[in-house]
């Protein structure tokens, strides 16, 4: 994959109001390069990993540790507990309030995250649209009664796109998908506006070829397995992890649940957790690909100085 640098950024509203999001695929070094690049431009991070937003969620995530994160700041991270449900637009709030925070103190803001919506919703203006707790509980209803699989297809009937942005498996965002759509009479797709920019930022994306991609998600995977997350879930299971609708469904999260109750071997949990990253990784791919915005970059050769320089000059 070729290396492209920018020849051109959107000015930022100030010298204190610098923006820059590193956004793209699983496993090919965003958070390097955003530490990299917060250290350098005298910036700190905003977390755009929805996994990531739950203490406690830590090896499945591949959180950096306090340790590792050089003295940076970091925002929107071990901001939940596994027993609450993540919400995009109380994120959205969230995050601009620290981005806003970390202009105050005359500091660069650098976004760093894969979840494709949690991004948009920060950084694009978009309102979403508000809930009906009768019509979340009559799909959740009917969810229980038929199975989630029913659910997909109800909602591939109703608006194709949607369905096929969206896993089988993730009830919460069918469900939900599935409210807004007879709560506004709108596709679901439909609610995602022409990206419009809340803020000037700079899009940087990271991504590399399925090949290298696959073999740094298996590596990744198996140092996850060694470095404990089973003994993660099992902690996180007496605080209630079972009882969380999105902190549960988690990629790593669900496989391990699965080994603790007998159902899935080690080995079994591991491969299940190696197939469904790449599944998220190529899903990223497709969802940040259609942004013209993002200067893409061949994770195996960005330079976070030669980046650095390229900002700093504009």
Not at 168 to 194: D, W
Not at 245 to 260: D, Q, W
Request: proline share 5%.
């Amino acid at each position: 994959m070729a290396c492209t640098w920018p020849n051109s950024w959107p000015a930022p509203l100030s010298d204190h109001q610098r923006l820059i999001a590193v956004v793209g695929l699983t496993a090919t070094g965003k958070t390097r390069l955003g530490l990299d690049l917060a250290e350098r431009l005298d910036g700190e991070i905003i977390g755009a990993d929805a996994m990531a937003l739950y203490r406690g969620m830590d090896i499945g995530t591949a959180k950096t540790p306090p340790e590792a994160r050089r003295g940076i700041p970091h925002h929107q991270i071990d901001v939940l507990d596994v027993t609450q449900e993540a919400s995009v637009a109380a994120y959205q709030r969230h995050g601009r309030a620290a981005i806003e925070s970390v202009w105050a103190k005359g500091r660069a803001a650098v976004v760093v995250g894969g979840s494709g919506l949690y991004i948009r919703a920060l950084l694009d203006q978009i309102d979403f649209p508000g809930t009906e707790p009768a019509l979340r509980a009559k799909w959740e209803a009917l969810a229980a009664q038929h199975g989630v699989g029913w659910l997909h297809q109800e909602l591939a009937r109703r608006d194709p796109a949607a369905a096929a942005a969206i896993r089988p498996t993730n009830a919460r965002r069918l469900v939900r998908a599935l409210e807004v759509i007879e709560l506004t009479g709108r596709p679901f797709e439909a609610q995602m506006p022409v990206p419009q920019a809340w803020r000037p930022v700079s899009y940087v994306g990271l991504d590399l070829d399925n090949e290298q991609l696959d073999a740094h998600i298996a590596q990744r995977v198996d140092q996850m397995w060694r470095d404990g997350l089973l003994a993660e879930v099992a902690r996180l299971e007496r605080l209630g992890l079972r009882r969380g609708k999105t902190a549960a469904c988690a990629i790593g999260y669900r496989e391990s649940l699965k080994v603790l109750d007998g159902e899935l071997s080690g080995a079994e949990a591991r491969a299940g957790i190696a197939q469904a990253t790449r599944q998220l990784a190529r899903r990223q791919r497709k969802w940040f690909r259609r942004d013209p915005r993002i200067t893409w970059l061949d994770a195996t050769q960005v330079s976070a100085e030669q980046l650095g320089e390229l900002l700093a000059a504009r």
